[in-house]
């Protein structure tokens, strides 16, 4: 960016909230249904059709707002928001307005990897939350032929009244990297909390962002740009950093910005213009009549505030104080409350968080990543993980042997203790077995031995793999090491 401008970022997020049943009515909410198989009268609008609100769908936006600082108002107002659109049969969106669920709150950013954040150079950066409102989805509107004239539209009802909430932020990001960091520190915790399950290829979480550019030192807000519906992280920070250089560009040649609602094309890398201001909706805004006002009693919202979960943050604290692990392991660890856990009943049944750590952070993140499973498809239960961890620290099996009693728990789902005896894996850590393999190497490899015997210790290493490669992994390496030594320079 040109150093004479700042850019000015706020987010809007829509996030799905996980109930098994829509907003107003019963229907499902279940994605990849046949088009129209979760509808009913009161999500296609038809006339005389009532909307009653989903209880649980409550409490998943209140448990979301108190995790995130909000206010939680104790009286919120659900309005109409009125457009016409086809995957809008009603003509109007039962939203939020003028009194939100929930006002206030924010996020901490985490300090950027590397090169950045050393003590005294970069604090945490605060992003501050303007309100969190609840509110339903519309259908989905399915084009084909366009631009043909033998062009169609098909629609599909499915999503209208799934219910959401809509987070919006205060114009405090920077740059594209902090918008997209802010971004994925939100779904980590919607994630975390049960509150949405962060499927951006579904639509469950996506992403809106206002973008403006300014003089550096000017408080006045730029004229925006709003990029709509995002839906991946990366995708995120290529709009919003297209869109500051295209201000920046306008502004440089002596233009002016235009208010507009763009959206990003991935594939061309740019942001295209959607509708103008002059274009824009009013939208009307009333009180549902057919709605009370949502009454959120203190007792609600406190019950929910003790069920909250620890927050990935705070355990992370704990991980690195609780279990002297690295700051590296415990950030791998948090990254979901699945993982955590597992990796928790692992260090507690096994007593040795590091090597649990270590088991977590390699081979079951490997087996995890490979398949495209998550935590709870694994299944090496974490008793069975602890079982492995013993035996690695009784001596019985060197690591690289555990690595593949590993692969094979995981295949069969056969004990660690099971397959070392059955399959003959024990380390072999007596010295009368050893010598004479010891003995075989050393005379094959005459001229090594000299060279090492001169002083050149460079190959002795490879002496001991000789060993090792002949007992097929089991032989103790410190046994054969000392053997080795001893008759070389014997
Ligand atoms: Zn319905």
Redesign the pocket.
Known sequence: MSDAFEAVIGLEIHAQLLTAT?I????PTAFGAPPNA???????GLPGALPVLNRKAVDLAVTAAVALGCEVHERSVFARKNYFYPDLPKGYQISQYEQPLATGGGLALPRPRQGFGEAGSEGEKFVRLTRIHMEEDAGKSLHEGFPDSDRKTYLDYNR??VPLIEIVTEPDMRSAAEAAAFFETLRQILVWLRVNDGNMDEGSLRCDANVSVRRKGDSRLGTKAEVKNVNSFRYLEKAIDYEIGRHIDVLEHGGRIVQETRLFDAAQGKTYSMRSKEEAHDYRYFPEPDLPPLLVTAARRQAIAQALPELPDERRRRFIEQYALPAYDAALLTQTRGVADYFEETARQSGNAKAASNWVMGEVLRAMKERAIEIDAVPVAPPALAGLIAIVEKGTISSTVAKDVFAKMYESGRAAGDIVAGEGLAQISDSSSLEPIVRRVVSAHGDIVAEIRAGKDRKFQFLVGQVMKETRGKGDPKLVTDLMRAAIHS
């Open positions: 829509k107003f009515c019963g229907c979760n509808a009913c009268p009161v999500c296609v209208s009244g």
